[in-house]
């Protein structure tokens, strides 16, 4: 009776993005009215350039104006609300053919712990893709796992857990960690060391065993503290038909398919090559901010989606003609209108609490007081761990976050004999950890709306911080491994990848 009592009391999280905006208004007020100011360290053509930040008031005639002239705005320049449409529209079809149906329905047999690894892994190796995961991800493993017999509140929880807490790990770099990574040469190489050249693949050994040390000790957290308390969904069955001639011909397709795309991302072939974009490696040719392919990604999967599912569900019968297909293209999207009303208060929240300048103010004081404190070592690293995390609280954004931090903190960390490609490793950790505490991040309103999509339970209210309390026992049982992986790699002086150690 009094968790039921609780749940009643707490707020919906419409109700509690509109109060987080009233907050961040009020305190925007007070801290301008005391003045509140930070100096802010940047790297302008080869010099350190110091500047005043001050803490934009919204309740003055410029903040009222920003806030009511950029509503559209604010809401047509969110990524992650078009990249959601185009993603829902390609798993629609997918699901209404009864292609994932045939797919997933096999995962029944799968041992429970196993299938959580492989969530959990997939989650920490779609980093790949960037944030678009988070879109793609989501929805369809709370498919499979409605498939699987499993509770699909608990997929959601799990791929949102694997994509976040192991964002900056992985087999392999993306567009993120190349834009990173030119941010920590200059800041090493501008008072500390000239020569200083990052390398990309530098980081190879410490991400590769992290991504399976993360999956492996991460399944057992998830049985152990969470899938117990996540609730099961009585959801519907449905009639869609499985069939082995349907699921063949829609592979034989979706094969022919990644074959012409793979021969257009190899360079030097007749024809070949169009989706990539500049850059000095391969990876950055494919990921890079000028590559076609990484830019037209959702495009590209929706294509083969739409494709493979029409294949799947004419041949089935579970698509009858062309209205069938019309409609099913639009499927996933039902009981879904919460997220969008989510998401659109989410975007007025990100987009005034980033014109009040708060986060900025308060990062840079906290980048500062790191700099003055007597620490070196292992304290150094724990203390600038710890801050990454309470950074990302007020800027998720990992650019963003760096350009304000890598100017003073990787010279800091490299006289306290700590390589830059080792702080990069530890600030990509911490960012990741701090995107899952924060209802700043975009993705965290994409994660309730999809709770709510599934959540059948009448007395499981889904709410802003009651999911992060419901997780918070997991979460913090995952910085725990980050801990321990990071010190370890350190105090055993472990090479971060080809020829690159933790320390000078």
Not at 174 to 182: P, R, V, Y
Request: charged fraction near 15%; hydrophobic fraction near 50%.
């Amino acid at each position: 009776m009094r968790n039921k009592f609780k749940n009643k009391k707490m707020l919906g999280p419409v109700i509690t993005m509109i109060i987080l905006i009233a907050i961040v208004i009020f305190l925007s007020a007070f801290c301008s009215l005391i003045e509140l100011d930070a100096e802010r360290t940047e790297i302008v053509r080869g010099t350190l350039e110091t500047s005043l930040i001050t803490v934009n008031n919204v309740l003055t005639k410029d903040g009222i104006r920003f806030v009511i002239g950029n509503v559209v705005t604010s809401l047509q320049t969110f990524e992650p609300l078009y990249l959601l449409i185009l993603s829902l529209i390609a798993i629609s079809i997918g699901e209404a053919s009864g292609l994932f149906k045939a797919i997933f329905t096999p995962c029944n047999k799968i041992n429970h712990k196993f299938l959580t690894f492989l969530t959990l892994l997939c989650g920490i190796v779609s980093s790949l893709i960037g944030e678009y995961s988070y879109v793609f991800l989501i929805p369809i493993v709370a498919i499979m796992y409605k498939y699987a017999g499993r509770k699909p509140l608990l997929g959601i929880f799990t791929i949102f857990i694997g994509i976040t807490m192991g964002y900056g790990t992985g087999f392999i770099y993306n567009n993120e960690e190349i834009i990173l990574s030119g941010l920590t040469e200059k800041a090493a190489s501008l008072e500390v060391d000239k020569n200083f050249t990052y390398m990309l693949k530098s980081n190879m050994y410490i991400m590769f065993v992290s991504t399976f040390v993360l999956a492996i000790i991460g399944t057992g957290i998830i049985h152990g503290l969470l899938e117990k308390r996540v609730p099961k969904s009585n959801l519907p069955d449905d009639e869609l038909v499985i069939s082995k001639k349907a699921l063949y011909y829609s592979n034989l397709a979706l094969v022919i398919m990644l074959v012409v795309l793979i021969y257009m991302l190899i360079p030097g072939l007749k024809g070949s090559g169009f989706l990539l974009g500049e850059g000095s490696s391969y990876v950055e040719k494919l990921f890079g901010e000028t590559s076609t392919f990484n830019s037209g990604l959702t495009i590209i999967i929706l294509g083969i989606l739409m494709v493979c599912g029409y294949i799947y569900g004419k041949i089935s019968g579970n698509i009858k003609n062309s209205t069938d297909y019309s409609v099913g293209l639009s499927k996933n999207f039902e009981d879904l209108g919460y997220v969008f009303v989510l998401l659109f208060f989410t975007s007025q929240l990100i987009s005034i609490f980033e014109w009040t300048n708060l986060g900025q103010v308060l990062c840079s004081k906290l980048i500062s007081l790191i700099t003055v404190l007597p620490f070196s070592g292992i304290p150094l690293l724990i203390t600038f761990f710890i801050s990454i995390i309470f950074m990302t609280l007020l800027i998720p954004s990992a650019i963003t976050k760096w350009e304000l931090a890598s100017p003073l903190l990787v010279p800091l960390l490299m006289r306290s004999n700590m390589t830059p490609n080792f702080t990069q490793f530890i600030f990509r950790a911490a960012d990741g950890i701090g995107k899952c505490f924060t209802p700043l991040f975009a993705y965290y309103a994409v994660l309730l709306g999809f709770l709510e999509k599934y959540n059948t339970k009448e007395n499981n209210k889904i709410t802003v911080f009651g999911t992060l309390r419901l997780l918070m026992p997991t979460l913090l049982s995952f910085v725990l491994v980050w801990f321990v992986i990071i010190l370890g790699w350190f105090i055993l002086g472990l090479p971060l990848g080809p020829e690159v150690l933790s320390t000078y």
